[in-house]
């Protein structure tokens, strides 16, 4: 009789952490900062910005980043930039 009710309830957690190790999508999430610092170039024809990405995974699969892009405006011309990197 104790095995009839203590085996679904094993099953049920067996489920439960086949679907959070195996089953569930990598799930990765960007984090900006608030601050992004900016400094002249080596020969001071250009500007180098640097901004620090955090890349985190509440996934149970590996997740991979290939290619991110940046979207730069200039508030005062209104133009924009895009930069790829991969």
Known sequence: MMAI???PLALTFSAVSLNQTVIKQARLHVNLPDTINCKPGSDGSFEVLFIPITVSNSGA???????MKLEVRNLGTGSIKTLHAS
């Open 5 to 7: 009710t203590v085996s």
């Open 61 to 67: 699969r590996d997740g991979l980043v290939s290619t």
